[in-house]
């Protein structure tokens, strides 16, 4: 079947009916709207409802990290700033070395804070891993080996 161009389709022929004009309900509209754009709002809608806390404040981690989690975090972002380094192919042994060298001296830091540390502080095990593990790349990286094989 072919598509008659002149021939106008049903659909174009249907006709949507015109609305009345009540001109007493837009103003009903206008006013009411008006009304409620004109009123001050109230300050309370703004606010934050108040929440408990979920957990007693017995319970709650502190925000504050003590110094030996601090230092291990450092640590921790040093390795990832290295491993980024070693990744992108752009890097150069330049921009390397000094990542490398500033890990290495954080380490060393790492290490005398170890000596202090009581065996019983949860953030030794981690502190200790972490001093492990730089001393090791710093020692791959001082060697020439620098990626996995």
């Known amino acids: 079947m072919k598509i008659d161009p002149t021939n ?17 309900q837009n103003d009903d509209f206008a006013s009411v709207f008006k009304t409620q754009m004109d009123r001050k709002p109230d300050p309370s809608l703004n606010s934050p409802p108040q929440l408990s806390p979920m957990m007693p404040p017995s319970l709650r981690m502190e925000h504050r990290m003590s110094a030996q989690a601090q230092t291990a975090s450092d ?10 380094l070693l990744a992108d192919s752009r890097a150069t042994l330049r921009d390397i070395a000094p990542v ?3 890990i290495e001296k954080k380490s060393a830091k790492a290490q005398k804070m170890l000596a202090d540390m009581a065996e019983t502080n949860p953030v030794k095990d981690v502190l200790q891993e972490t001093v492990l593990m730089i001393n090791k790349e710093v020692e791959r990286f001082k060697l020439g080996v620098y990626l996995e094989e």
């Not at 659909?11 to 009540?22: E, F, G, I, L």
């Not at 640590?75 to 980024?84: S, V």
């Open 8 to 24: 106008p389709s049903p659909a174009a022929t249907h006709t949507v009916p015109a609305r009345s004009n009540n001109k007493g």
């Open 75 to 84: 640590l921790l972002d040093g390795m990832d700033q290295y491993r980024q």
């Open 100 to 102: 490398v060298e500033t």
